[in-house]
């Protein structure tokens, strides 16, 4: 037997119960000797003595190892080794150590003749797939927490086309992705990507970096992507925008959705769509317009069919000839006869000439009869004759006039409820309901959103003759929390508003219209009417003045009623979280300062 602890030894035993299989081991020691070698796992918490002693975790029976060694130490994710005060002492990377030193993965201890080398594997809780309604119930967490901190996130939907080996590009895709990170299956051949915190080119190059781990398994796959708020403020907006993109990007590329909107040149007005149902709805429209079908447009105020109407005319064999527009519901009932057909001179009182009628001015090209549920029953019936036997008759007149003519028509009323009712005549719907393209609403092509209010603002400032402005994130915000009843039209109204009052370089929410802001202004006071005449103030305040001190007093109220809690606060407000904490920044309010106000 040996003496000493430093007389050498050539002889090396381990105890074989130490050596553990190490699938789904999180983190374990390659121990080395002279002549074998085994894995010693590591505990989640807690601590191994490495020694000679028959007590030792790690036992290594050589005489240049002491009984008690070294300790390895495991706490919070973080590794030790702390020298017991050994007589040959513990090298970490070939130096030695005096005291504990912080070891991680490939690091190598030396021990006598002994190696240990640490070897940390990814654990087996890392991102994993989710199905598609959990992604979207997280991706509306993420949006919100995004609004609440001012943080991006970004959504991309990757494309793969005829996928192989599904198993393998799952793990190829999950370990391109950060912990944090959302995937899910969306359909049979499309991933679904959320990425927390990561927006624009970010998110854009973490796209990208999965797309190409994946390459190998799905050569043809391409991608979308959407960030909040730029691109939408919801989740299937967002999901839109990004599958949209996907569809329209090359293979290996990563499009962005602010990429897919789609211009369309008719006559002088440029049209731009972006959701993929209005996108669709041009398509259909241009296939429409090649026939001589009458066209139906159904659509809310301001939706867009006067647009549909030039659409159709644009793009037909009648293009070269004139499209006359009437606004059935801008006429009295008595003069729409007239104005559809003409009048001789004569006619009435007032019909000192002749005068040819719309429809016969409109002769080889198209009349777009605008609010035609507005129509009087009297001019339904002459216009159905019209329409079947192509031939009109002034007012006044004998002769019939032949007229080669295609209608559009447009209403935002329920037709058919109208027919119901008795104010519209059946076979004229069935005579104009050739075809019918119906436009969805704005707020259901929330996709087109800051597409088209990017757009009006650029046209409103190049009009106005004044430099190029932003929205804001929170201008963003306050536009998709909007219904806009209006439609796109009162979105071109806030626009143009924006444009001619904004004072800096950003549109902020204040800078919108009151009723898309939501700003409250405090009622003005019922006057006395037994007090006696204010004097006249010697000057006035800015009005832009003014209306911070209101806000600002309005703030401080609802922080009061609130209890100091922002997030009520702003909801008591109608206001954006995002704005509400800049404006408090804006103003120097505290929550103290809510509470103390009167």
Known sequence: MSGPESLPSTTQTFDLREAVDPRGMGSYLLVIGASSSYRRA???????????????????????????????????????????????????????IEGARTIGSGDVVTIGDTTLMLRREPPSTGTALIDMGRLRRRVEEEIERAADSARPFGLAVLSLGAVQMRTVLEQRALAALRLVDLVAWDGGSHLAIGFPDLGGEAARAAALYVL????????????????????????????????TAAAIAAPGVIASASETAVQHVIGERTVVVADSAMIRLFELIRRLAASDLPVLVLGETGAGKENAAAAVHHWSARAQKPLITLNCAALPETLVESELFGYEKGAFSEARASKPGLLERAHGGTVFLDEVGELPLGAQAKLLRALEVKRITRLGDVRDREVDIRIVAATNRDLEAEVRAGRFREDLLFRLSAAVVELPPLRHRRRELPILARLFLADACARAGRSALELSE???AALF????????RELKNAMEYA????????????????????????????????????AAPSRFKPIAEEL??????????????ADGVQKRAAALLGMPVRTFTFKLKQYGISAREGKRSP
């Not at 495991?74 to 002492?89: A, M, Q």
């Not at 994946?214 to 925008?241: H, K, N, V």
């Not at 911070?548 to 922080?559: F, G, H, K, S, V």
């Open 42 to 96: 590591l505990p989640d918490e807690g601590a191994l003595v490495v020694g000679r002693s028959d007590e030792a975790d790690v036992r290594l029976d050589t005489a240049a190892v002491s009984r008690r060694h070294a300790k390895i130490a495991v706490s919070s994710g973080e590794i030790r080794i702390t020298d017991l005060g050994s007589h040959n002492g513990t090298l970490v990377n070939g130096e030695h």
């Open 212 to 243: 190409e781990a994946i390459a190998p398994l799905a050569p043809d796959a391409r991608g979308g992507l959407a960030s909040y708020p730029f691109d939408g403020g919801d989740t299937e907006t967002l999901l839109a925008g990004a599958r």
């Open 474 to 476: 929170a201008a963003l």
């Open 481 to 488: 929390a909007h219904p806009f009843p209006g439609n796109v």
């Open 499 to 534: 444009a001619a009052t904004a004072e800096g370089a950003v549109i902020e929410p204040w800078g919108l219209p009151e009723r898309i802001a939501g700003i409250d202004l405090a009622p003005r006071p019922a006057a006395d009417p037994s007090a006696p005449p204010a």
């Open 548 to 561: 911070r001190e209101i806000e600002r007093t309005r703030m401080c109220q609802a922080l009061d009623a």
